[in-house]
């Protein structure tokens, strides 16, 4: 499996949107066999996303992450753990221990948002492009 997390300073990147370095894990069996780091800065979301796919990447772990970009790559089959915050190495081994997410690795104010609708309330009536016709709680 190979995962991606989002790293800046030797910690989870804030914000993924933005970020432009990702560690690549290839994980098997539970442990980690290959590591290296790859430039994702792009221009674009999709960009973004295609450099990610073409990494091979099956799981994203990051910080906070804008929601048109977390559904795109869940419709591209990246299982995306979102608003992990912490030490890259402490990440690393709650993830492979399976312990992610946890709330002493969470963003400040968002334990427990990792599955949940991150945005606002939808209004009624917004549809088209975006989030509001996509069926998001």
Avoid: Y
């Amino acid at each position: 499996m190979r995962v991606a997390l989002a790293v800046w300073d030797g910690r989870i990147s804030p914000v993924f949107d933005v970020s432009r370095e990702v560690l690549i894990l290839t994980v098997d069996g539970g442990a980690v066999v290959a590591r290296g780091r790859e430039d994702i800065e792009t221009r674009t979301s999709a960009l973004k996303i295609a450099r990610l796919l073409a990494l091979g990447v099956e799981v994203l772990i990051c910080g906070a992450i804008s929601e048109p970009l977390h559904q795109e790559l869940l419709a591209r089959g990246v299982t995306v753990l979102g608003f992990v915050a912490g030490d890259v190495e402490e990440v690393i081994a709650a993830f492979l221990g399976g312990g992610l997410p946890q709330p002493a690795l969470s963003m400040p104010g968002c334990r427990g948002r990792q599955n949940r609708f991150r945005g606002g309330r939808r209004r009624a009536g917004r549809q088209g492009k975006g989030w509001g016709s996509r069926g998001l709680r």
